[in-house]
């Protein structure tokens, strides 16, 4: 089974703060993706990776970064964090070179920004 | 770029009854299409995909049916039970592997009343 696994369910951070969240997949998956999920706008493209210390910017890019430093992990970085960035993150990582784009999302982290 | 549509956002029926949640795509080009869902407090799962050499894949209560002509595709849902309430999700992409594969739709709100 594939397991995609992110570090935290809830976070909680103040106006300004650098915020880091993790993603691991255990599926040995060349492509990463990071969304974020708010009511009636769905699933947003932020930034994806297709390998080790590639980054592509996805929709919505404005006020994130991104570091692949290994195959199997991918972070999401707040460099400033806004209250308009509060919201569900989802993780996601895909098989590179199937007929397939099947997505394995994790769990998700509910940020708070106050 | 592909463009994903998804019709209803929300959607009530009676347990027992059918649900057909419906998705266009503007992209002909998009040969694969999966269903996920998404429980409260998870991630997405895969539930269903179809490609675009059937018309039709079924699940046990589930379903799929896909108009390449009309560039539309339905989730169908049969004998609802309470467990299926969630949000659905549809997306389409061309497949390959790549990673910018999956464009999503932005949810309908499965609600099964008792």
């Known amino acids: 089974d594939v397991k995609v696994t992110q570090s935290s369910r809830y976070l909680v951070k103040r106006t300004g703060e650098k915020v880091f969240l993790e993603c691991v997949q255990d599926?040995?998956?060349?492509?990463m993706f990071w969304y974020r999920q708010d009511p009636g706008l769905g699933l947003r493209l932020i930034y994806f990776s297709y390998d080790v210390k590639m980054k592509e910017k996805g929709d919505i890019p404005e006020g994130y970064s991104v570091s692949r430093e290994k195959k199997e992990r991918f972070s999401l970085i707040l460099e400033s964090a806004s209250t308009n960035q509060t919201s569900m993150y989802l993780c996601a990582s895909s098989f590179s070179g199937g007929f397939t784009d099947t997505q394995y999302f994790g769990p998700g982290t509910r940020l708070t920004v106050l | 770029g592909e463009n994903v549509e998804q019709h209803p956002s929300t959607l009530s029926v009676q347990e027992g009854d059918s649900a057909v949640i419906k998705c266009t795509y503007s992209d002909s080009a998009s040969n694969y299409f999966p269903w996920y869902k998404q429980e409260l407090g998870k991630g997405p799962q895969l539930i269903i995909d179809i490609r675009s050499n059937v018309g039709e894949k079924k699940d046990q209560r589930i379903a799929v049916t896909l108009n390449k002509t009309a560039k539309h595709f339905s989730l169908h849902i049969t004998e609802t039970q309470p467990e299926d309430s969630a949000v659905y999700f549809c997306a389409a992409s061309m497949g390959g592997g790549g990673a910018d594969g999956l464009t999503f739709g932005k949810g309908t709100h499965l609600i099964i009343q008792p």
């Open positions: 599926m040995d998956h060349e492509n």
